[in-house]
């Protein structure tokens, strides 16, 4: 690691004091398990790490008749454990099925949110776009983007909690520039994809934050996630689904259906949505919903493979949310 | 005259048991000591940076930026302008300093200038290599039953042989399988802390090899009585960690440059890019048989990919084990821009036998008969000593495996869901021969019972099967045993690789123990009355074997050495004469798997392990090999594999987030059966670490193939593998 | 923009300007040179740390007193400061669990945290489970054989304790689903799968 100099704020007013408005001068430490292997291998290279481990407004969960209001520093375990997250199936399985007691003790919900993509050209340091999108084109891009893909980003989202969290309308409350500026909006606006080397895979200014997720309350709607997994370990798993229904009637009125580890933001699929509205929940449904979801994927040369797994987890999400069987592992 | 021969099965009392390992405690508490964890005084600590291209010219070298960091003691350059490096990730040039951090910002401020050179990383692709002119010719043989008529062209016969052959076959089946390169990932990284002290070094190396490494610093202009090599721990070597390498030379020089101890220990991903790797192995095979799927003619074509400087999978492997009657064989090398591989468990044999096993087993699937069926005529075809352990255990894993019960043919299993399953088996051999071994015992006056041996313990239980030979040659509890290992100091012994550590140092511990013994024995006799003959060591005494009641204790019998030790050296003789071990196993396993058809991951179900190994020194750590090595084959057929850039050459998932390897939860039910009759046993000690991770990729492709009916020809079979080979049938 | 992205926007009727609300005039004040200039401007700023310092780690029940920089890690300041040195540092991040410990009872890995984020939290090590009077955890991994190399034994020791805490009465399925956040090489996963359900019945009994 480069050296830089350590803040401990205590309150999140300090926090803002103590972020840098130019990009890279500063990082934010939630749990540290994505950004302390970054620094380590000189690929964020800040003067100044502000912690939020003693800011115990962000370690709160609060719910009520009106949702729940979760702070960045609750760690995936606690939420896990939290009765809450009960409430929100799509959540619950999404934190368990990060296979890693480590990483669910010390990982919080912010930093899950706000880690760098796993792209092995990012990681390699090539930076985020690597050749502007070529290194990857032309690259081995087994588990890059089949979404979103078109531009030089091809990387993909790496939170395995997204998905999830914007099937189930989650919001995100974030602080900053400046002491007393926040912000609220749904989640999907945290990401974005980026078109240059300047821009990160997030919609934070280097001097704001993420404070709060917000979750509506849960209203009846069903929801579940699943994962493709190549095996049991805490590897990122090849593609996700999350989906949140609104059923009236056995039939579909309202549904949120979000991918993970397909394009370079969580991938929330209208197609997918509207294919299954106004039907009941069956094989048949969600296999439909499963073809609409990929009608618009962009493969690369060697992840066509991840099509089909798209296809899969949307119908295997759909059933699970509708306590129905998956016919498969 | 002693005759070194081991006691019978009843006569034992601590040999073949199952014993906890001696050492276990401190490896489960920390307390264990590895390179990695020794801190002397002052230690520095160094790093090395690694080239960021595959295949360059370096044209300048800058460390002024990098002397200059604060808390950085040295730089050292590896290479200079000029020198031509070959992989990503060869050494360039090592920072040495006085914190991890320090270290870091150091090699980031080295400033280098490289011209690229062209990079061909793409051993599955044959033809490319070829193109890229990246492809030489690396042996082959033909073996006929046949001979060519007194005027026949010999080239000409064979091709009308091989035609007439695959002709006369009842099935011929043309496959290509393959298996990618995986690395050792050995999770402590190669590496040394050196010091020292008035002009004579002690290397602290993390090595598969004690007594030979000392010669290894010769390049420091030492002999090796001034160096001393110590390894009492070592994190995993599997076959990479028998040279001190040009990262444990330096380590030496810099701390004798600079005065105080140094400690490097490679990076995750310099490790992965330099720490040794196994060669990919790829072939087209065409084999013939007849009704029954009995093979009566091959005929392949493998490629192989060995890194800049390293030995491919060689011609010998393939066919594997089954070898029919009618065989020809090419080998062609393909050179890579990666690191030179390195000995990996059972070198050459996992790949063999994926490529060679997987084409018997699509025989069965062409002809819809029972793999084990298959299987177990085809043993015909394998050497003729083992052909019966080998049927042997086969019932045994067909009966573990409730093999007769579960079976369906090729591709017709019911379907739950997209779920199905599937069965699958290999078969292999190794030769597991003692190294040599010599050794040091002492039996103070005291009664205590220490050995010494320039031996190393890579956690297969080295320690405890010593202890286990000492205490059931002297009669006393293993915990009586004293072993002292992992310092070139003491009397040479083999480097532990190829399976030959067991049957080496039981040999030269039985030896000299036995020697020892007679010695006492005489002391014993004469204070006893009896002829030393008569003499037996057996629970905690040494006694009259017709009359107990004459008898002194361990302790008493010691006491007649007076002041000083009795001193015994012993020196294995493995080799066909010596009783105590012997070489040559066979091995079956079958695996059962079931695979998503909708999402291509694949399942460990059950997979059973049959295994001979002569005479077991130690039930429980023998199983544990058997157990270690069938889920480092699951690694190797389900998950791992180095992963290149196509174009730059880079080694993309050189870190352990990337490295796809199997946990806890990925193994599925193991069965692990020693088969060790009276014949065998009597055979003596036989190593063990090798042949069980033979058969797995062989074993599990070939249940996959059951499974869906449909072979997906390359290893690891990942999820993308199973789609893709899926969408191409229904394509 | 994919259709997704229209998607969302129109659902929300949000504007991007609104989300980066204030981010021009923040970035109009960043002009600062280095990291000592960081650091005099805000020097009002509570506990902020630079260099070599020393701080007091709470380790399996004792004070020490360790020098450390911002950037050291919790395992660099076990291994070098302490010579506690059983958690191993095996990958670069958190992905291997081999230098698993308990700081304020959570099992984290030692190679992703800051020393600095560990003072005043009680930290536990491996080290603490041996001694004359060994854990029944360790003690099962030992007659299980459930080590080879070892190298990674620590750190699974130290899983296994945290797992046991939260489920002290696992079933196997559980033991094989919640045990994957460690990564052995030499494959003693068969061997700790025993061990683990061991402890589980000892703790039934007693």
Redesign the interface.
């Known amino acids: ?10 309150s999140e007013q ?1 926090v803002l ?2 972020l ?3 990009r890279g ?1 500063t990082e934010v ?1 939630a ?4 950004l ?2 970054l ?4 690929l964020v ?1 800040p ?3 502000v ?1 939020l ?1 003693r800011v115990d407004s962000l370690k709160t969960i609060d719910a009520d008749s009106q949702g729940a209001r979760i702070g960045a520093m609750v ?1 995936l ?1 606690d939420l896990l454990d939290h009765p809450l997250s009960q409430d929100y199936p799509a959540l619950q399985q999404a934190i368990r099925a990060i ?5 669910q ?2 990982g919080t919900l912010g930093g899950e949110l706000c880690q760098r993509p ?1 792209c ?2 990012f ?3 090539q930076g985020l776009l690597a050749e502007r999108g070529r ?1 990857v084109a ?3 891009n ?1 588990y890059h983007a089949i ?2 893909n078109t531009g030089p980003a091809k990387f993909v989202c790496p939170s395995r909690l997204a998905p999830a969290l914007i099937a189930l309308s989650a919001s995100v409350r ?1 602080l ?3 002491a007393g ?1 926040e ?1 609220t ?2 989640l ?2 945290l990401f974005r ?1 980026p078109k240059d080397e300047r821009q990160r895979e997030h ?1 934070l ?1 280097p ?2 934050f993420v404070a709060q997720i917000l979750l509506p309350p849960p209203d009846g709607r069903t929801s579940a996630s699943y994962e ?8 990122y798993p ?1 593609v996700a689904a999350a989906a949140s229904l609104a059923m009236r009637g056995g039939v579909v009125a309202e549904a949120r259906i979000v991918l993970g580890q397909v ?1 370079p ?1 969580p ?5 997918a949505a509207e294919s299954i509205v106004g039907s009941p929940v069956n094989d048949a449904s969600a296999e439909a919903a499963g073809d609409a979801a990929v009608s ?1 994927a962009t493969p690369l040369a ?4 991840k099509v ?2 798209a296809r ?1 987890a949307v119908k295997r999400a759909l059933l699970l949310a509708a306590g129905l ?5 | 005259m002693v005759e070194y021969v081991w006691p019978d099965r009843a006569n034992s009392s601590v040999l073949g048991g199952s014993h906890d390992k001696i050492d276990s405690s401190a490896k489960c508490t920390g307390a264990a000591k590895y390179s990695y964890d020794i801190n002397p005084d002052k230690v520095l600590l160094a790093r090395v940076l690694g080239c960021p291209h595959a295949h360059c010219k370096l044209k300048s070298l800058d460390i002024g930026a990098a002397e200059k960091v604060k808390g950085v003691v040295a730089v050292h350059a590896i290479h200079k302008a000029g020198d031509e490096l070959n992989w990503h990730g060869d050494l360039i040039a090592c920072v040495v300093g006085e914190t991890e951090g320090a270290v870091a910002e150091g090699l980031a401020a080295i400033r280098a200038d490289y011209e690229q050179l062209d990079v061909f990383v793409n051993d599955e692709d044959l033809a490319a290599a070829e193109a890229a002119k990246r492809t030489s010719k690396s042996g082959g043989k033909v073996q006929l039953k046949r001979e060519p008529g007194d005027n026949e062209d010999k080239k000409e016969f064979e091709e009308k042989e091989f035609g007439r052959l695959f002709k006369e076959a009842a099935a011929v089946v043309e496959g290509r399988y393959g298996i990618h390169a995986i690395t050792h990932m050995c999770l402590e990284p190669h590496g040394s802390t050196c010091e020292w002290t008035d002009g004579k070094l002690t290397a602290h190396l993390s090595t598969q090899a004690v007594s030979s490494s000392a010669g290894g610093y010769s390049a420091l202009k030492v002999t090796a009585d001034d160096v001393t090599v110590h390894c009492d721990y070592i994190g995993g070597g599997f076959g990479s960690k028998f040279a001190v390498d040009t990262w444990g030379l330096l380590a030496a020089q810099l701390s004798r440059d600079l005065g105080r101890p140094v400690k490097l220990m490679l990076d995750r991903d310099l490790e992965l890019k330099n720490g040794g790797s196994r060669p990919s192995g790829f072939a087209e095979v065409k084999v013939g048989a007849d009704s029954e799927g009995v093979i009566t003619v091959w005929d392949s074509h493998h490629w192989s990919a060995g890194g800049v400087g390293g030995a491919p999978v060689g011609q010998d492997v393939v066919p594997y084990v089954i070898v029919p009657p009618n065989y020809r064989r090419r080998v062609t090398n393909v050179k890579i821009n990666t690191a030179p591989v390195r000995a990996w468990r059972a070198p050459n044999h996992p790949q063999g036998c994926a490529m060679s096993q997987t084409a018997v087993d699509d025989v069965a699937a062409k002809l819809g008969l029972d793999s084990y069926d298959v299987f177990m005529r085809n043993l015909v075809n394998v050497p003729k000593e083992r052909a019966a352990v080998y049927a042997e255990e086969m019932k045994i894993a067909a009966k573990l495996m409730d093999w007769k019960a579960k079976w369906h043919s090729h591709g017709r299993g019911p379907a739950q869901g997209s779920i199905v399953s599937g069965l699958g088996m290999a078969i292999h051999t190794w030769q597991g021969g003692g190294h040599p071994s010599s050794c040091l015992v002492k039996i103070h006056p005291d009664g205590g019972v220490e050995t010494f041996l320039a031996s190393q313990d890579l956690g297969t239980g080295t320690r405890t099967v010593i202890a286990i030979v000492l205490a059931e040659t002297f009669g006393l509890p293993i915990s009586a045993i004293k072993v002292n290992i992992g310092s070139s100091k003491y009397p040479a012994s083999g480097p532990s690789g190829g399976s030959t550590t067991v049957a080496g140092v039981s040999e030269s511990n039985r030896r000299a123990g036995e020697d020892a013994l007679v010695q006492l024995n005489e002391l014993v006799a004469k204070k006893l009355q009896v002829e030393p003959n008569v003499l037996v060591a057996k629970n905690g005494r040494i006694q009259d074997q017709g009359n107990p009641s004459k008898s002194l204790s361990w302790k008493e019998a010691c006491s007649l050495l007076g002041m000083n030790p009795l001193e015994v050296k012993g020196r294995g003789a493995p080799g066909p004469k010596s009783k105590l071990s012997s070489s040559g196993v066979a091995g079956v396993q079958m695996a059962e798997v079931a695979v998503d058809r909708e999402t291509g991951v694949v399942k460990m179900k059950k997979f059973v392990a049959v295994q001979d190994m002569g005479l077991v020194v130690n039930h429980k750590t023998a199983e544990s090999q058997i157990y270690g090595a069938m889920i480092m084959g699951i690694a190797y057929a389900l998950f791992e594999e180095r992963i290149m850039d196509p174009k730059s050459g880079a080694f993309l998932n050189a870190e352990v987030a990337d490295y796809r390897l199997p946990r806890l939860g990925d193994i599925g039910e193991l069965v692990v059966q020693l088969y060790e009759p009276d014949a065998e046993r009597s055979r003596g000690v036989i190593g063990l670490g090798e042949p069980p991770v033979i058969s797995p990729g062989a074993a599990i492709s070939n249940a996959v193939c059951n499974a869906l009916g449909l072979r997906v020809p390359v290893l690891p079979i990942t999820p993308k593998r199973v789609v893709d080979t899926l969408k191409a049938r229904n394509a | 923009m994919s259709k997704s992205e229209q998607l969302v926007h129109g659902q929300s009727g949000f504007s991007r300007r609104a989300f980066l609300k204030g981010s021009g005039a923040a970035a109009a004040a960043s002009a600062l040179a280095g990291t000592a200039a960081l650091a005099a401007e805000e020097a009002k700023a509570t506990s902020v740390v630079a260099g070599l310092t020393t701080i007091t780690l709470d380790v399996n029940g004792q004070s020490h007193k360790v020098q450390v920089e911002p950037r050291t890690t919790l395992l660099e300041a076990l291994r070098y400061g302490l010579n506690l040195t059983g958690a191993k540092p095996i990958s670069v991040d958190g992905s291997s669990g081999g230098s698993t410990v308990f700081v304020g009872g959570k099992p984290i890995s030692a190679n992703t945290m800051l020393a600095l984020e560990c003072v005043g939290k009680k930290i536990q090590t491996v080290e603490s489970l041996g001694g004359a009077k060994i854990d029944p955890v360790p003690a099962a991994f030992a007659h299980h054989d459930a080590s080879q190399c070892g190298f990674c034994t620590p750190g699974f020791v130290m899983a296994v304790k945290a797992f046991l805490q939260k489920h002290p009465k696992a079933t196997e399925a559980e033991i094989r689903s919640g045990l994957n956040g460690n990564l052995c090489r030499c494959g003693t996963y068969a061997n700790i799968i025993p061990a683990v359900l061991d402890v589980v019945k000892g703790a039934g009994n007693g």
């Not at chain 1, 690691?1 to 205590?10: Q, V």
């Not at chain 1, 296979?99 to 990483?103: G, K, P, W, Y």
């Not at chain 1, 991938?267 to 197609?271: A, D, M």
């Open positions: 690691m480069k050296a830089f100099e350590y803040a401990a704020p205590e300090e004091e103590l840098s408005a130019q001068r430490l749990g540290g398990t994505d302390i292997g620094m380590k291998k000189m290279t003067d100044r790490v912690s481990g760690t375990e296979h890693s007691l480590q990483l003790a010390q796993r092995w050209y990681r390699g340091g290194a032309e690259g081995d087994r979404f979103g974030i900053g520039p400046d500026d912000t909006a749904p999907e606006f994809t919609n200014e001097n704001q493709v997994q190549h095996g049991s370990g805490p590897d090849l394009a933001m991938w929330l699929s209208r197609e618009v060697n992840n066509q493979y089909q797994l899969v069987e998956t016919g498969g592992f």
